[in-house]
């Protein structure tokens, strides 16, 4: 890791401390008080997003009732939840197939996961 993406992600964690982390337990996210079973998931999309020095691969995922989360590959349960998503098999294809997909198309085009029940796209980046 280079001297700039290791002062990225520092800086990053210190401006989300004041945020509840998310933490994957079991086919649960957790998010402070809430718990979000990844089995009610409704939609997921990931795509790249600017995160001050560098890009991030980011995923949003939409729940019953409106609730969304959006969670990066600098968050500390990022590889728990690829894991549990692959596990469940919640997504239209397994991690290690988006991921190349996603990191190919360099972030320009954002990949629908996950649509919702109806069909539509759950979110419009």
Same mark, same amino acid.
């Given at each position: %890791?280079? @001297?700039? &993406?290791?002062?990225?992600?520092?800086?990053?964690?210190?401006?989300?401390?004041?945020?509840?982390?998310? =933490?994957?337990?079991?086919?649960?996210?957790?998010?402070?008080?809430?718990? @979000? $079973?990844?089995?009610?998931?409704?939609?997921?999309?990931?795509?790249?997003? &600017?995160?001050? !020095?560098?890009?991030? #691969?980011?995923? %949003?995922?939409?729940?019953?009732?409106?609730?969304?989360?959006?969670?990066?590959? #600098? &968050? $500390?349960?990022?590889?728990? #939840?690829?894991?549990? @998503?692959?596990?469940?098999?919640?997504?239209? =294809? $397994?991690?290690?197939?988006? @991921?190349?997909?996603?990191? !190919?198309?360099?972030?320009?085009? $954002?990949?629908?996961?996950?649509?919702?029940? &109806?069909?539509?796209?759950?979110?419009?980046?």
């Amino acid at each position: %890791m280079s @001297l700039v &993406d290791w002062i990225n992600r520092a800086f990053v964690s210190w401006l989300r401390r004041r945020e509840p982390q998310a =933490a994957v337990a079991g086919d649960i996210l957790v998010i402070g008080d809430r718990r @979000l $079973p990844l089995t009610d998931l409704t939609g997921a999309i990931a795509y790249e997003t &600017d995160v001050h !020095a560098g890009l991030a #691969l980011t995923l %949003m995922l939409s729940f019953p009732g409106g609730k969304s989360v959006t969670v990066t590959e #600098l &968050d $500390p349960c990022w590889r728990d #939840l690829i894991d549990a @998503l692959d596990r469940l098999g919640l997504t239209r =294809a $397994p991690s290690r197939d988006w @991921l190349v997909e996603l990191v !190919a198309a360099g972030g320009r085009q $954002p990949i629908v996961l996950r649509s919702g029940s &109806d069909g539509a796209l759950t979110y419009k980046l």
